[in-house]
């Protein structure tokens, strides 16, 4: 059986105590008892093997076996995604956290249907947070990917300009993803359109950032899964998979 992740700041002592939500979690809902192993991660790399050695009513006291740490993977994968309709935007979120995806923009795209705006925004935000959160914890992830504040476009330009190369799905693009060349580090930055893609003012405002317009197939992908079968064609050509 998979060894389950739960986060703690703390992981330093020969015993830990994962109380919290967390705790309440792994002892109520996944019912794990003494003698069975799990790993405690801080979300940045930081990792301590463990053994339960008592479940208690919302909490585990656990022995720590083992502590080591994992390096940052390079390049990283920063995808901008424009705010799709509903709920797509957690299911995005929720696949690119698992395929590898390093940081996940939300960016309030022109075409975009849906927009962040006052207490609604925190809320969707939160959500968005609360998706990559669970979803790391259930592919193992031990560099938890960053949800940053909602991007104007003018924040996308910016992210675009500093990157090691930035990208922009575009189905009328003639350069195809698969053959595009790869810096070995720094951030790859890929933008996804929202239902109604990209505008032609956005990618001018992208072309002069020196992002390169890229086809990712013959077919139309959803705004949802487009950006996971991006990271997916990055992750393989760079090694990280």
Do not use: N
Not at 201 to 219: I, M, N, Q, W, Y
């Amino acid at each position: 059986m998979t060894v389950p992740v739960f986060l703690s700041d703390v992981l330093d002592g020969p015993e830990l105590v994962l109380g919290g939500a967390e705790g309440r979690h792994a002892a109520a809902v996944r019912r794990l008892r003494a003698g069975e192993r799990v790993d405690l991660t801080d979300g940045a790399g930081a990792i301590a093997e463990c053994v339960v050695v008592e479940a208690l009513k919302d909490a585990l006291r656990l022995e720590v076996t083992g502590r080591y740490a994992v390096a940052a993977p390079q390049p990283r994968i920063v995808v901008v995604q424009g705010l799709p309709k509903g709920d797509r935007g957690e299911l995005a979120v929720e696949m690119m956290t698992e395929a590898g995806v390093d940081v996940i923009v939300p960016w309030a795209a022109s075409r975009s249907i849906t927009q962040w705006k006052g207490e609604r925004a925190g809320k969707a935000l939160g959500r968005w947070r609360s998706t990559a959160r669970e979803a790391g914890k259930q592919a193992r992830r031990f560099h938890l990917p960053e949800v940053t504040e909602p991007a104007s476009t003018a924040r996308v330009e910016s992210l675009l300009a500093g990157a090691a190369l930035g990208l922009v799905l575009h189905e009328e693009a003639a350069e195809p993803l698969s053959g595009v060349g790869l810096p070995a580090g720094g951030d790859i930055v890929v933008v996804v359109g929202p239902e109604g893609g990209v505008s032609d003012e956005e990618l001018s405002r992208f072309r002069a950032a020196k992002a390169v317009p890229v086809l990712l197939g013959s077919t139309v992908l959803r705004t949802s899964t487009a950006g996971v079968a991006a990271a997916a064609v990055l992750l393989a050509r760079t090694g990280r998979w």
